[in-house]
């Protein structure tokens, strides 16, 4: 069975401190503190992206699911204000992927082209032309 080194704990345990103080603190910074060198401080995320940090983490109860049950408790309390129920839903809608897509178009009109409004709308919404006839310039 897999463990955590005391070093992966320390990075797991500086994670998680940085999370609760919500202070900025870089992921070399986190390495740094748990004892690893400099070659790693450049390169946190092999550190912190490891199996035994994931393993503290989790003894730590800093799980995904954890994550969930406390979106989950904000978005169906009585007391919590709407703000944070909107920021909760907003979570949700981005862990479920269900964001509806955004829409755009890109468009490039020569400069010497003269096209009508009807023929920009039925270009800007993909509204087929009769199929031997160019927009015309007026």
Do not use: C, W
């Not at 450049?42 to 989790?58: C, D, E, K, Y």
Request: charge should be positive; hydrophobic fraction near 35%.
């Amino acid at each position: 069975m897999l463990t955590a080194s005391i070093r992966q704990r320390k990075a797991a345990r500086g994670v998680i401190e940085a999370y609760k103080q919500k202070k900025p603190i870089s992921g070399g910074q986190i390495v740094k503190e748990a004892g690893y060198g400099t070659g790693l401080q450049t390169q946190p995320q092999r550190v912190l992206n490891s199996v035994g940090v994931q393993i503290a983490l989790n003894d730590y109860g800093f799980t995904e699911d954890n994550a969930k049950k406390v979106v989950a408790s904000i978005l169906l309390s009585r007391k919590t204000k709407d703000e944070n129920k909107l920021k909760a839903s907003d979570l949700v809608f981005k862990v479920h992927g269900t964001y509806a897509p955004e829409k755009s178009i890109n468009l490039n009109v020569s400069a010497t082209a003269q096209l009508s409004d009807q023929e920009l709308e039925n270009i800007a919404y993909n509204v087929d032309t009769p199929e031997n006839e160019a927009p015309q310039a007026p």
